[in-house]
């Protein structure tokens, strides 16, 4: 009956609980109706674009998409974001483990001896020790009475969390959990957009290699022009001079590109997760297409970059804090319970009349603390407060970085063209200044700044385009890199694992 009774109380006490603190709502963020930088623009988007999943094949190169695959897999700093998120799981299952009972048993034998005696006056004493007999009897006979007690006894006890303070802390767990989900697809995402920017930085020295080639070549054939110049006497020893100089410069040039490739390529080595003997890259110029992804609204980021999702999510975990900490105002109640037997022999242990049983309720509540508990919610909301301001410039980070890349690759199209321009003009001018020289109408200074002229075109022709690759690949990840905010683990997928499991 009395079991009966204290298991009523239980459910109706739990029936009547509630979660103090506020409820979470999403703060709304300024996103903006448009994106300021594509009025007037509309980027040439490639017909198999796809922003889902593995973005980098826009990009149709092989050996990047093979580069690419291996950073979630290998990279450690990828790899320390996801030991996080194992640890961040883990926790919700221990802070959930609280809204359960706890149940424990102790089994246990004693062993004890009584001696008796019988003293000259009649007198009676005895005396107990677990391993030995002891008599007290001055003279007389003595007997020993040796007896075995066993113990077996199972006990509960469960913190009702009226309040809702266990489950306050589950729910700001379960947002941290996702908050380091989100902190994993964004480190994943940093260190492919990393890892495609250094691949086109490594094949825009390539291609620089090429032109240098192309330039030393060209300044070979001048060098062999002037010298037959000046063997006909139709030109000074200076020219040649000044030839051999512009030719050695070109070397020097074409030798230090080795550097940055090499530095390159072992980046790329670290990023996918080896070491830098472990991986070589065979020369191949730079790609031609650039490709643009459709931005779509400004709304949409919200849903898209996983930064700004855990920015959300940790609002969510800090408004979680506050019922933790306005719970605190209020008294803990605990049910507990123990059952049992207790006696010998072990054969009859297990018996009505060697039963044994408690059942006990207890409320705790602090009377004074000096205003610790009103200061604890006050930082509580203040830190809230600090993740919605977060929050919110987490989202306006996000739309800056996406105009920035969207009036990038704006200009730098045009600037593209203007470059193709300038270099076509260039090649016709070195090639007339070269005429003229051999004519002798035109002295080898002119051919020394037309052939200057051109390399400086050429090699902004290839920075531009360099320039154009990595803004596309900023801007995929500015959008986020095809994920969405529904990839997250959900709430209760989270918590569907039973703790004792």
């Known amino acids: 009956m009395r079991g009966r009774a204290y298991a009523s109380l239980a459910a ?40 889902k999943g593995q973005w980098w094949t826009i990009y149709h190169d092989p050996l990047l998409s093979k580069l690419e695959a291996r950073v979630v897999i290998n990279n450690q700093n990828v790899a320390t974001y996801a030991a996080q998120l194992d640890e961040a799981e883990a926790t919700v299952q221990e802070a959930r483990a ?16 009584i001696g008796r005696g019988t003293s000259r006056s009649g007198v009676t004493t005895a005396t107990t ?5 002891t008599s007290v009897a001055v003279a007389g006979s003595t007997k020993n009475t040796t007896t075995t007690q066993y113990t077996l006894e199972g006990t509960a006890s469960w913190d009702l969390d009226l309040w809702g303070k266990i489950r306050r802390q589950v729910q700001s767990d379960v947002a941290a959990a996702q908050v380091s989900a989100a902190d994993l697809q964004n480190a994943a995402l940093s260190a492919q957009g990393t890892l495609a920017t250094d691949y086109f930085e490594l094949r825009y020295e390539d291609s620089l290699e090429d032109l240098l080639k192309s330039t030393v070549a060209a300044y070979k054939e001048a060098l062999r022009i002037t010298h037959d110049q000046v063997v006909a006497g139709t030109s000074s020893p200076a020219d040649e001079a000044a030839a051999e100089t512009q030719l050695a410069a070109a070397e020097a040039s074409l030798v230090n590109v080795g550097v940055a490739r090499g530095q390159y390529e072992h980046a790329l080595a670290v990023l996918a997760g080896m070491a830098p003997s472990e991986l070589s890259i065979s020369k191949a110029p730079m790609a031609a297409s650039v490709p643009v992804p459709p931005a779509g609204l400004p709304s949409t ?4 970059r996983p930064d700004i999702a855990g920015a959300e999510r940790a609002m969510d975990e800090e408004n979680a804090l506050i019922g933790v900490q306005v719970a605190a105002y209020y008294p803990d109640v605990t049910l507990s319970a123990d059952f049992g037997w207790e006696g010998g022999p072990i054969g009859m242990l297990i018996s009505a009349a060697n039963r044994v049983w408690s059942l006990g309720a207890n409320a705790s509540e602090t009377l004074f603390e000096g205003g610790e508990r009103s200061a604890a919610v006050q930082a509580a909301r203040a830190a809230y407060d600090a993740s919605v301001a977060t929050y919110r410039q987490t989202v306006l980070s996000a739309l800056q970085q996406v105009e920035d ?22 090649q016709r001018s070195v090639s007339i200044a070269l005429n003229e020289y051999e004519a002798g109408t035109q002295a080898y200074t002119t051919v020394i700044t037309e052939q200057t002229a051109l390399f400086t075109d050429q090699q902004a022709a290839l920075s531009v385009q360099e320039q154009r690759l990595e803004a596309s690949v900023a801007l995929v990840q500015a959008l986020g890199g095809g994920w969405a905010a529904g990839d997250l683990p959900s709430k209760n997928g989270l918590q569907s694992r039973l703790p004792f499991l």
């Open 129 to 133: 020790t677990n391993s030995t007999a």
């Open 98 to 113: 609280q809204l359960f009972p706890v149940l424990g048993a102790t089994a246990g034998v004693t062993r004890n001896q």
């Open 405 to 426: 890349e969207l009036v990038a690759l704006h200009v730098l199209q045009d600037q593209s063209k203007a470059e193709a321009y300038a270099v076509q003009t260039a």
């Open 301 to 304: 980021l919200l849903q898209r």
């Open 12 to 51: 109706s006490l739990l029936a009547s609980s509630c979660m103090v603190g506020p409820n979470y709502h999403r703060p709304a963020a300024n996103t903006g109706i448009h994106y300021k930088e594509l009025a007037g623009w509309v980027p040439a988007q490639p017909a198999d674009f796809d922003m």
